[in-house]
Nanobody, 128 residues
Framework: QVQLVESGGGLVQAGDSLKVSCAASGRAFSTYVMGWFRQAPGKEREFVGRISRTGGKLDYTDSVKGRFTISRDNAKNTVTLQMNSLKPEDTAVYYC?????????????????????WGQGTQVTVSS
């Protein structure tokens, strides 16, 4: 069992940077693939990116490549999403998720149904 708690959301202006964090409690954090998703009002939950168990492999959705960076610290049971050059279309509730799967295909890691545990989400609002 893993409990996830996000923090760090807020209201920023376009072009600003923001870091959101996810703290995990429970055992074996390092055995989970960690993903970030977001959901804007009226839209489906969208894959943002994921980081492998050791942090050595990363995937991002095309719209955030070059702007967002995911990192993890297995000693501190945390995963962070650094967001730079934010745009109004990045406005959403951001969720971290933990998955125990071993299929690393893009179709698999980007499917929210593949993740076992979710945080409650943190709101990120980017004004123009």
């Amino acid at each position: 069992q893993v409990q996830l708690v996000e923090s760090g959301g807020g209201l920023v202006q376009a072009g600003d940077s923001l870091k959101v964090s996810c703290a995990a409690s429970g055992r074996a954090f390092s055995t989970y693939v960690m993903g970030w998703f977001r959901q804007a009002p009226g839209k489906e939950r969208e894959f943002v990116g994921r980081i492998s168990r050791t942090g050595g492999k990363l995937d991002y959705t095309d719209s955030v490549k070059g702007r967002f960076t995911i990192s993890r610290d297995n000693a501190k049971n945390t995963v962070t999403l650094q967001m730079n050059s934010l745009k109004p279309e990045d406005t959403a509730v951001y969720y971290c998720a933990a998955g125990s799967f071993t299929d690393y295909s893009r179709a698999y890691v980007s499917d929210p149904l593949r993740y076992d545990y979710w945080g409650q989400g943190t709101q990120v609002t980017v004004s123009s």
